[in-house]
C-alpha cells in the first residue's frame, strides 16, 4: 500500500509515548506519525482521549551490529479496554555504525519507521 492510499474508516488512534528511545528521537517520530497520519486521512485522537478507537503503544529500538545499526519497531494496537488487538512491527537496518547506536539514526530512518508502520495500520484498519 503506497504511502498516498486513504483510510476510508472512521476509527480514532491515540499514540502513546514511545518508550525505548532518547526524548528527542521520540518527538522526532511522533512528529513523522502525524505528519504521515494526517495524510493517509487517518483521524488522530490525543493520547488517553476516551473517544480514541485504538491507541498505539510502541517501542523503538537501535542495536549496533556488525554492518551498521538495526532499528527495530513494535506497535501494539489496544482497544479502549487496553487489550491488545493486533501488531506491528518491523526492523530497518541502516548501513551507519556509531558509538551510541541513537546517533546513527536519522529522519530519514524515522520517516521509514513512520511509514512502514501507517502501511501496516492502514492495511488492517483497511482489512475491517
Same mark, same amino acid.
Given at each position: 500500500m503506497?504511502s498516498s492510499?486513504?483510510v476510508?474508516?472512521?476509527?480514532r488512534i491515540?499514540?502513546?509515548p514511545?518508550t525505548g528511545?532518547p526524548?528527542k528521537?521520540?518527538?522526532?517520530l511522533?512528529? &513523522?506519525v502525524a505528519?504521515?497520519?494526517t495524510?493517509?486521512g487517518?483521524?488522530?485522537?490525543?493520547?488517553q482521549?476516551a473517544?480514541?478507537?485504538?491507541?498505539?503503544?510502541g517501542y523503538?529500538?537501535?542495536v549496533? &551490529?556488525?554492518?551498521?545499526t538495526?532499528?527495530?519497531?513494535v506497535w501494539?494496537?489496544?482497544?479502549?479496554?487496553?487489550?491488545?488487538?493486533?501488531?506491528?512491527?518491523?526492523?530497518?537496518?541502516i &548501513?551507519r555504525k556509531?558509538?551510541?547506536p541513537?546517533?546513527?539514526v536519522?529522519d530519514?530512518?524515522?520517516?521509514?519507521v513512520?511509514? &512502514?508502520t501507517?502501511d501496516?495500520l492502514?492495511?488492517?484498519?483497511?482489512s475491517?
Amino acid at each position: 500500500m503506497s504511502s498516498s492510499s486513504k483510510v476510508t474508516t472512521d476509527a480514532r488512534i491515540a499514540f502513546a509515548p514511545l518508550t525505548g528511545p532518547p526524548q528527542k528521537i521520540a518527538d522526532a517520530l511522533a512528529v &513523522e506519525v502525524a505528519r504521515g497520519a494526517t495524510s493517509r486521512g487517518i483521524a488522530l485522537a490525543n493520547f488517553q482521549d476516551a473517544t480514541a478507537n485504538y491507541t498505539m503503544k510502541g517501542y523503538l529500538s537501535a542495536v549496533a &551490529e556488525d554492518d551498521g545499526t538495526l532499528v527495530v519497531y513494535v506497535w501494539d494496537v489496544l482497544s479502549p479496554d487496553l487489550k491488545r488487538v493486533h501488531r506491528i512491527a518491523g526492523k530497518i537496518m541502516i &548501513e551507519r555504525k556509531a558509538s551510541d547506536p541513537w546517533s546513527a539514526v536519522d529522519d530519514k530512518t524515522l520517516a521509514l519507521v513512520s511509514q &512502514e508502520t501507517l502501511d501496516k495500520l492502514t492495511s488492517w484498519l483497511a482489512s475491517g
